[in-house]
């Protein structure tokens, strides 16, 4: 599999957007998450992602030229409007902005409606932790692709969470989830390359499993909640989908993607996102906080393992591992996803990077 240093990879995502009119500092901010995910081995959020932009930049669909502004705020709180932008730089100055006032007041939220999908949800959650405080980031999608428990419609997308805390050591504890058996970027990067889905990813229209990758997107089919069946628990992916549009939308505003007005929006999405920052120094030393995570992600991993091949790890330690790989070999990309991105490139008279 081709692949290409941090640096290249993470300029040819930015030179993309910027082609497309965005502004420099907005694509420098915007290729700075999903570098951040291709780095860490979320490839579901990043250069992948570049290729359905592009589908909903042809289409009208997000406001390359995307003006965000505050619609209100407190010394709590502050509501964004995302201009019908991709949702990166909007929401790195939503969590900056959280991460400020909960510097002065011991905790804060941001909202934002009005917006495009963001990347990846724990690239925003770190930043909290990075401060020292603790991060919870929800966000909307566009895409209905799963139906309720014991339902055959779809009403909700894959509408992740992303929970971060600081530890002693360098990197935190991140979990990064999709409300979902796995999130759609992983699904679309099946399709990129030809593969078929696992079993209990998807189903039919009539409840059976798929392993079509494109089921969901254009058969009628459905991603499966958390759980995969309601014998497997699916309602707890089904309520935690829920909270995330309870939180995300209806506290932000944003169209709920449940209504029929879902999609007519000027740019046909409405996306929202929810930024969530605590101190831990509102309850205790925070040395002392960060001391007692530290020991319990410890223990964890010290849990005797049924294969010794196979250690316990926490959250965040897959990702850790991948980035600290990538930046000395160069973040892999399939070929057929490079052969999508390196067309959207031509198209637009960009220099290629990737080799």
């Known amino acids: 599999m081709p692949a290409a240093p941090y640096a290249a990879h993470r300029k040819q995502i930015a030179t993309i957007l910027m082609s497309l009119g965005m502004n420099q500092d907005f694509a420098d901010q915007t290729a700075e998450v999903l570098a951040w995910a291709d780095l860490h081995g979320i490839d579901s959020h990043g250069l992948s992602c570049l290729a359905v932009y592009y589908d909903r930049w042809k289409k009208g669909r997000v406001n390359m030229d995307a003006k965000p502004w505050v619609v209100q705020e407190s010394p709590v709180s502050t509501l964004f409007n995302g201009d019908g932008g991709l949702g990166h730089p909007v929401s790195i100055r939503a969590m900056r902005v959280a991460i400020e006032k909960a510097q002065k ?13 963001f990347g990846a949800c724990g690239f925003y959650a770190k930043m909290a932790a990075d401060q020292g405080f603790l991060g919870i980031v929800t966000t909307t999608t566009s895409n209905k692709q799963v139906a309720p428990t014991r339902g055959k419609q779809a009403q909700f997308g894959t509408d992740p969470i992303a929970f971060c805390a600081p530890c002693l050591e360098k990197q935190p504890f991140l979990l990064d989830m999709a409300t979902t058996t796995a999130a759609s970027g992983k699904i679309r990067n099946k399709h990129h390359e030809g593969l078929k889905l696992p079993q209990g990813w998807a189903t039919t229209k009539d409840g059976e499993p798929s392993d079509d990758p494109l089921v969901a997107a254009e058969k009628g089919g459905f991603l499966t909640s958390l759980g995969g069946t309601e014998e497997g628990s699916s309602y707890k992916g089904y309520g935690l989908a829920a909270m995330v549009n309870i939180l995300s ?16 929006q000027p740019f046909g999405q409405d996306i929202g996102h929810f930024f969530m920052v605590i101190d831990p120094g509102l309850f205790r030393d925070p040395v002392e906080f960060r001391t007692d995570v530290s020991s319990l992600c410890n223990t964890l991993r010290e849990t005797t393992p049924i294969d010794p091949k196979r250690p316990v790890l926490v959250a965040g330690d897959p990702e850790w591992k991948a980035a600290e790989q990538r930046l000395a070999d160069g ?10 991105v390196r067309k959207i490139a031509e198209e637009n008279n960009v220099p290629w990077l990737l080799g």
């Open 331 to 340: 973040i892999p990309v399939g070929e057929g996803l490079l052969a999508k």
């Open 249 to 264: 939308a209806c506290l932000s505003g944003s169209t709920l993607i449940t209504s029929p007005m879902h999609m007519k």
């Open 105 to 117: 007041t011991g905790m804060a939220i941001s909202s934002v409606r009005n917006s495009v999908h």
